[in-house]
């Protein structure tokens, strides 16, 4: 009796420690959201099993509702992204019954929150996936659904979407390269006036010398520009003017923007009949412009040049045969690895221009992370290489030292470029870090603008501007007439300098490092760009030992000595140093 006493003792014992070692409140956490979660499950379940119900609106907010609780009140745990990635499918099957585009937008909205907030998670790429079917079969814009199926082979290749999303990437890429350049956006009459495109906005960024203008559109559309002279008796100033056909103005656009840069007066937008959109510039003091359009999101780009050049500048560029925008020179179509810089005796070489002040794009950041794997992500790592750039070229160079982005926060490409412009920097540094489906890849390639017909050039540019293949190949006709050998030749030479300096620097102190050597490719990022601009790729995050590498201090070091040693070689070559 007295055994069987000691028994029971120690087994009572036992339970009311195991109690007093676990926390009521997880036990308690796990169990509510996990049984909300259920509840939630319940009522969908229901809700398909029953035609009649399905009709009512009410009844799929309810189910939404209960699934919003979980994700919620327990946004932490493991129910969380299973209960937002039902809500978004239960968004998408109310919008079968209602046809409203708030519903489809908010169903695109949840399947974009779980691959931004639960990126870890098995749900992650399902989501991603979702994103392209939405674009492909409700949207009918096949442009970003194949950019939302790219998506997910860049950002989860070891998901088990990504079969999936590369056969619907092959299902979209003979259409994509049969199209006209126009991205075929259906845009949703419901959500905009009579089926037209919305003009959203307009930005723009400006000096005495330069001016970026970059009209926002809510979809891709034709347009024709056209430049009208001053006319004195009706005192209008010239005028350079774009219609954008089948658009209408939005109500939140600000239809009238003062810029008095020295350049521009004024620029403005008016629905000019009722499918037509005028985007008026009153100039003020113009000697050359240019007007290209870029993708996802569609926006249309207006560079205006003018005064403020030295003499011998101004007669160096007037005299040069391949300064003008007009230029009829043939495209170069660009390599896979170029085999030396260009030899060409540049302009700036000419008129022995100074390097004084360079600006450093760190790329991606807020809302768009660049590549990731592991919870490691792109925009992380080259914000803070370059903060370490930036110090050691102010320290060892002396030049000012500008970053397009100080912290986590989302810029357009187009933005980065305008914002180099404006500073009048002499050299501009894109840092990336690369990602391939092949884990076993890796190296450093350092990039200049141009086209590029080698498919992985090709890929790279597509990830990085976040477009198609489709859309990179329509770059073609837009770099025929932005692209000046000037340009080109000290772009290149820069680039050879960075990727020689870089390979030698790392090989000093790793054991391998694999030269992927300078390639041409259209970068948005420097499309326009008024100075030698190239785009490094300084390693691959998919690869286990270069991501080691990207998150070292070390390597930051390395890179950035590397960096500085060949700007100060590129400054010497051009013969205004030692």
């Given at each position: 009796m007295k055994k069987n006493i000691g028994y029971t003792v120690l087994i009572l014992f036992l339970i009311f420690t195991f109690i007093g070692l676990t926390d009521p409140r997880q036990c308690s956490s796990a169990a509510t959201s996990a049984s909300l979660l259920s509840n939630a499950d319940q009522c969908r379940k229901a809700l398909y099993k029953s035609v009649s119900k399905m009709k009512y609106r009410h009844n799929w907010l309810n189910c939404i509702g209960k699934y919003k609780t979980t994700y919620t009140k327990y946004s932490s745990s493991s129910e969380a992204p299973w209960a937002m990635f039902r809500a978004a499918g239960m968004y998408l099957g109310l919008y079968g019954y209602s046809g409203a585009s708030g519903d489809l937008e908010k169903g695109l909205e949840l399947y974009r929150n779980v691959v931004d907030r639960y990126t870890k998670h098995r749900v992650a790429d399902d989501a991603q996936y979702r994103v392209g079917e939405i674009f492909y079969k409700y949207k009918?814009?096949?442009t970003q659904a194949y950019v939302e199926f790219l998506k997910v082979e860049i950002k989860f290749p070891s998901g088990d979407m990504k079969p999936k999303?590369?056969?619907m990437m092959d299902k979209l890429s003979p259409a994509l390269n049969n199209g006209n350049g126009i991205s075929q956006k259906v845009v949703d009459v419901s959500s905009s006036a009579k089926g037209l495109v919305a003009v959203k906005d307009i930005r723009h960024w400006s000096t005495p010398t330069y001016t970026r203008v970059v009209v926002d559109v809510d979809g891709a559309v034709k347009y024709a520009e056209h430049l009208l002279k001053a006319d004195s008796k009706l005192n209008k100033p010239r005028r350079l003017y774009m219609d954008l056909e089948r658009t209408f103005v939005s109500s939140s656009i600000d239809k009238y923007i003062p810029i008095k840069d020295g350049l521009l007066q004024t620029a403005r937008a008016g629905q000019y009949n009722k499918s037509t959109v005028r985007v008026v510039l009153d100039i003020n003091n113009m000697d050359d412009y240019k007007i290209f359009h870029l993708y996802d999101p569609f926006r249309i780009v207006v560079d205006v040049k003018g005064g403020g050049r030295t003499?011998?500048?101004?007669?160096?560029?007037k005299s040069s045969p391949s300064s003008r925008s007009t230029s009829t020179r043939p495209v170069n179509k660009g390599m896979k690895r170029t085999k030396s810089p260009d030899g060409s005796i540049s302009l700036a070489r000419q008129l022995g221009l100074n390097v004084e002040r360079i600006v450093i794009d760190p790329g991606h950041g807020?809302?768009?992370p660049g590549c990731s794997f592991?919870?490691?992500?792109?925009k992380d790592i080259v914000l803070k290489l370059a903060k370490v750039v930036k110090s050691q070229l102010e320290k060892n160079i002396g030049c000012e030292v500008f970053l397009t982005r100080n912290t986590d926060i989302f810029l357009p490409l187009d933005e980065r470029t305008a914002f180099a412009n404006v500073k009048r920097a002499d050299l501009f540094v894109s840092l990336h870090v690369n990602a391939h489906k092949r884990s076993s890849v890796n190296g450093i390639e350092t990039y200049y603008l141009n086209m590029a017909t080698d498919e992985e050039a090709v890929m790279v540019a597509a990830r990085e501007n976040a477009t198609s293949r489709k859309n990179i190949s329509d770059l073609q006709g837009i770099l025929n007439?932005?692209?000046?050998?000037?340009k080109i030749t000290e772009s290149s030479k820069l680039a050879y300098d960075i990727q020689n300096s870089i390979i030698a620097g790392v090989t000093k102190s790793h054991k391998t490092i694999k030269n992927?050597?300078?390639?041409?490719?259209?970068f948005y990022v420097l499309?326009?760009?008024e100075m030698p601009a190239i785009l490094i790729e300084t390693g691959f995050i998919t690869n286990y030992t270069e991501r080691q590498r990207l998150q070292s201090d070390v390597y930051y070091g390395v890179i950035a000595r590397s960096i500085v040693s060949a700007i100060d070689t590129y400054i010497k070559s051009i013969g205004i140093g030692g």
């Amino acid at each position: 009796m007295k055994k069987n006493i000691g028994y029971t003792v120690l087994i009572l014992f036992l339970i009311f420690t195991f109690i007093g070692l676990t926390d009521p409140r997880q036990c308690s956490s796990a169990a509510t959201s996990a049984s909300l979660l259920s509840n939630a499950d319940q009522c969908r379940k229901a809700l398909y099993k029953s035609v009649s119900k399905m009709k009512y609106r009410h009844n799929w907010l309810n189910c939404i509702g209960k699934y919003k609780t979980t994700y919620t009140k327990y946004s932490s745990s493991s129910e969380a992204p299973w209960a937002m990635f039902r809500a978004a499918g239960m968004y998408l099957g109310l919008y079968g019954y209602s046809g409203a585009s708030g519903d489809l937008e908010k169903g695109l909205e949840l399947y974009r929150n779980v691959v931004d907030r639960y990126t870890k998670h098995r749900v992650a790429d399902d989501a991603q996936y979702r994103v392209g079917e939405i674009f492909y079969k409700y949207k009918k814009d096949s442009t970003q659904a194949y950019v939302e199926f790219l998506k997910v082979e860049i950002k989860f290749p070891s998901g088990d979407m990504k079969p999936k999303a590369q056969e619907m990437m092959d299902k979209l890429s003979p259409a994509l390269n049969n199209g006209n350049g126009i991205s075929q956006k259906v845009v949703d009459v419901s959500s905009s006036a009579k089926g037209l495109v919305a003009v959203k906005d307009i930005r723009h960024w400006s000096t005495p010398t330069y001016t970026r203008v970059v009209v926002d559109v809510d979809g891709a559309v034709k347009y024709a520009e056209h430049l009208l002279k001053a006319d004195s008796k009706l005192n209008k100033p010239r005028r350079l003017y774009m219609d954008l056909e089948r658009t209408f103005v939005s109500s939140s656009i600000d239809k009238y923007i003062p810029i008095k840069d020295g350049l521009l007066q004024t620029a403005r937008a008016g629905q000019y009949n009722k499918s037509t959109v005028r985007v008026v510039l009153d100039i003020n003091n113009m000697d050359d412009y240019k007007i290209f359009h870029l993708y996802d999101p569609f926006r249309i780009v207006v560079d205006v040049k003018g005064g403020g050049r030295t003499p011998a500048v101004a007669a160096a560029v007037k005299s040069s045969p391949s300064s003008r925008s007009t230029s009829t020179r043939p495209v170069n179509k660009g390599m896979k690895r170029t085999k030396s810089p260009d030899g060409s005796i540049s302009l700036a070489r000419q008129l022995g221009l100074n390097v004084e002040r360079i600006v450093i794009d760190p790329g991606h950041g807020g809302k768009d992370p660049g590549c990731s794997f592991k919870g490691v992500y792109e925009k992380d790592i080259v914000l803070k290489l370059a903060k370490v750039v930036k110090s050691q070229l102010e320290k060892n160079i002396g030049c000012e030292v500008f970053l397009t982005r100080n912290t986590d926060i989302f810029l357009p490409l187009d933005e980065r470029t305008a914002f180099a412009n404006v500073k009048r920097a002499d050299l501009f540094v894109s840092l990336h870090v690369n990602a391939h489906k092949r884990s076993s890849v890796n190296g450093i390639e350092t990039y200049y603008l141009n086209m590029a017909t080698d498919e992985e050039a090709v890929m790279v540019a597509a990830r990085e501007n976040a477009t198609s293949r489709k859309n990179i190949s329509d770059l073609q006709g837009i770099l025929n007439d932005l692209m000046l050998n000037t340009k080109i030749t000290e772009s290149s030479k820069l680039a050879y300098d960075i990727q020689n300096s870089i390979i030698a620097g790392v090989t000093k102190s790793h054991k391998t490092i694999k030269n992927l050597g300078v390639k041409q490719a259209p970068f948005y990022v420097l499309i326009g760009a008024e100075m030698p601009a190239i785009l490094i790729e300084t390693g691959f995050i998919t690869n286990y030992t270069e991501r080691q590498r990207l998150q070292s201090d070390v390597y930051y070091g390395v890179i950035a000595r590397s960096i500085v040693s060949a700007i100060d070689t590129y400054i010497k070559s051009i013969g205004i140093g030692g």
